[in-house]
């Protein structure tokens, strides 16, 4: 049986660049300061592969009843759809934030950190600059 080390959540990681909408779903996500956050997004994740470092993305925790958004952007490429077309969000500057999430973050990209066995994954360390919380319950599982 595959390790289930914790408690997980569904936290939308997207943003835009050069025009281009970028969204997936990142489990492995943990904060790591009080102001701070690790994501490991995956070598088969496109969005992931286009974050530099002091790029501003948006990190939304999303809520238990957004199942439809887990089911948008947990899938398929954002090169290849926009997965975007039936969700809500909203701009703050490069990062989108999914309407009725949890916490709704806008993350600067400290360090994008290829450490060993995991050297082909993005572990994304980011600054929260600003966030939204709700009275809603985060997405577990
Ligand atoms: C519930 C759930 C949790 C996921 N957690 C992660 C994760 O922690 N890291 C990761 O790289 N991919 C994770 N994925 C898979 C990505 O969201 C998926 O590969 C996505 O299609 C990547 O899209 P992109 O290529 O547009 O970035 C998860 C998917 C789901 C449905």
Redesign the pocket.
């Known amino acids: 049986m595959e390790l289930s080390a914790f408690n997980y959540g569904?936290n939308a990681v997207s943003y835009i660049k050069n025009e281009k909408k970028?969204?997936?779903?990142?489990?492995?996500?943990m904060q790591a300061d009080f102001d701070k956050i690790l994501m490991?997004?995956?070598a088969?994740?496109?969005?992931?592969k286009n974050i530099k470092k002091g790029d501003i993305i948006g990190v939304s925790a999303l809520s238990e009843n957004q199942q439809d958004v887990?089911d948008a952007?947990?899938?398929?490429?954002?090169d290849d759809t926009n997965?975007f077309a039936n969700i809500r969000y909203t701009t703050k500057d490069s990062a989108l934030l999914i309407d009725d999430a949890s916490n709704c973050m806008v993350v600067e990209v400290l360090d994008v950190l290829h450490l060993p066995g995991i050297e082909e994954d993005n572990l994304i360390y980011g600054l929260v600059r600003s966030y939204t919380s709700s009275d809603s319950k985060k997405y577990t599982f």
């Open positions: 569904a970028y969204g997936m779903i990142c489990a492995w996500a490991l997004l995956g088969q994740s496109v969005t992931g887990v952007l947990g899938s398929s490429h954002s997965k």
